[in-house]
Each structure stands twice: as structure tokens, then as C-alpha cells.
């Protein structure tokens, strides 16, 4: 959901996806390299938890070789706000977004 746009409530990861077809979508062939600083963002990551949804503005789907949905990440536009697999969290800075930048590559802003 872009940015600009303003909503009355917070939008939820489950309304988030009900929105139909995001306005950008990227398919990532997940690599050893790109594994490994996924993992080392979760490592470093300082995850609070918080008692509501964020409002969600982008996610993540992780699916496996078979399209199966294995894992799910939402962010809030800071990448601040989460929501990891049904859970709400919250992070102390905005380095999950330079991460999701390094691993999507330049076409994203």
C-alpha cells in the first residue's frame, strides 16, 4: 500500500492481503548469500513485542519450491512495526529495511 495514502484505522496484515494486487511485487529466488544476511538480520534484531498490529503497509511472503507459504513478514512504512508470523513487534531502528534493500536490489525505493 503506498505511503501516501491515508486510512481511518490501522491497516492489519489480513487486510493488507485482501487489498488485492500490491502496486509493486518482486519474486526472489532465495540464495545462500541472501539466506545468510537474512539470518543474520533476525540474529541482530532486538524484537520487543507490542500489544497491537502495526499498520501495515508492505510484506514479505517466504514461500517454498512448491508455492507453499512458510513464513510471513509486515512492516509498518518505517520498517519499525512489525508483524512476523502473527506475532507484533517492534524494532529500535530501520535496519530491516536496508536489509529488505540488499536483498531485493536496486529496483527498490
Known sequence: MPDEIMTRVGVSPESLRKMGSPAKKYTIEMNDSRAALLVDWIKQ??????????????????????????????????????????????????????TIHALVGPQVK
Do not use: I
Not at 54 to 67: I, N, Q
Not at 68 to 88: P, R, Y
Open 45 to 98: 534484531a532486538k524484537f520487543t513485542p507490542r500489544k497491537y498490529s502495526p499498520d501495515c503497509r508492505w510484506g514479505l511472503l517466504f514461500m517454498d519450491r512448491a508455492g507453499k507459504e512458510v513464513a510471513t513478514l509486515f512492516s509498518d512504512k518505517f520498517g519499525m512495526a512489525v508483524n512476523v508470523d502473527g506475532h507484533n513487534l517492534d524494532l529500535p531502528d530501520r535496519h530491516l529495511l536496508d
